[in-house]
């Protein structure tokens, strides 16, 4: 069978239509068949927005870069302000050091008025034992310094140890909170004697030390009695500060009473004491002449 051929539209007169369109076109152009309100109707929905647009656009850009400019100049000067305020904080802190040291140096000083009658090197505690509590420490002061073994140890107003050991540059000090410590002391109310032992144990528990043998029959002591060294140690001076009752308690024997007292040093923040320079001993024996 045969097909019949398909006729196409020939490619001239395509062209030649599309070339007599643009003559139209162009003569229509030049003949200003489009009049200036089609122009401007024409720029108006075109040109108008896009400039708007672009405006915008522009706004926007400005307004980012003014708005980084300004981030950026309060950031230097947050910075600015940081340092100036880390360097007032360096100030402040040593401010704070410099009353703590001079406060440290008027509570010796006071103390070194209260025992006016005995010659005292003050010292710098420089090593411990560990633990939270200064029960057996190290000072800055030894026997070129007339530090001796024997020779009492005080600070904040009271009684904080002995020296047990001594070398040219430094001293060992056991503290009456110490385990290993016992001391012969009076009650200055009643004037009744008794014995303060240190207990760390009692220390870590409640922060403070016991009392035994407390010969009370007229029921004088009490909680709030000042504690203090007794004339008849062997070791220790009189009279000085130990501490506070705060419990008493009435032994099963019915004769002697025990409870426990509150120290007036601070046995965990030990920094400076003064060491007497003078034994009970060597009194003792100036005494006896």
């Known amino acids: 069978m045969n097909r019949k051929k398909k006729k196409n539209f020939p490619a001239k007169y395509i062209l030649l239509i599309m070339s007599i369109f643009c003559l139209v076109i162009i003569g229509c152009s030049v003949k200003l068949s489009f009049s200036s309100a089609a122009a401007n109707t024409a720029v108006g929905y075109v040109i108008v927005p896009m400039q708007k647009g672009i405006n915008y656009v522009g706004t926007l850009l400005k307004d980012a870069q003014d708005l980084f400019v300004s981030k950026q100049a309060l950031q230097e000067e947050n910075e600015a302000l940081q340092?100036?305020?880390?360097?007032?904080q360096e100030e402040l802190n040593q401010v704070q050091i410099d009353q703590e040291e001079l406060a440290q140096l008027q509570e010796l000083y006071d103390m070194d008025q209260t025992y006016s009658s005995y010659d005292k090197v003050a010292a710098s505690v420089i090593g411990k034992d560990s633990g939270n509590w200064f029960s057996t420490f190290l000072i800055d002061k030894g026997t070129n310094d007339g530090v001796e073994e024997g020779m009492n140890v005080i600070a904040d107003g009271g009684l904080v140890g002995i020296v047990t050991e001594v070398g040219p540059t430094y001293a060992t000090i056991r503290a009456?909170?110490?385990d290993t410590s016992n001391v012969s002391c009076k009650d200055l109310v009643s004037g009744d004697t008794m014995i303060v032992s240190g207990d760390l144990q009692s220390m870590n528990d409640s922060g403070l030390i016991t009392f035994s043998n407390l010969n009370d029959a007229d029921d004088a002591a009490g909680v709030g009695d000042q504690v203090a060294t007794s004339s008849i140690s062997d070791l220790?001076?009189?009279n000085i500060p130990v501490g506070y009752i705060t419990e008493v308690t009435l032994d099963s024997n019915k004769l002697t009473k025990s409870g426990t007292i509150a120290t007036v040093v601070d046995f965990r923040h030990?920094?400076?004491v003064f060491?007497?320079?003078?034994t009970k001993e060597s009194i003792t024996e100036n005494e006896g002449e």
Not at 83 to 88: P, Q, S, V
């Open 83 to 88: 340092e100036t305020i880390a360097g007032l």
């Open 176 to 178: 009456i909170i110490d």
């Open 236 to 238: 220790y001076l009189p």
């Open 270 to 272: 030990l920094e400076k």
């Open 275 to 278: 060491v007497i320079l003078e």
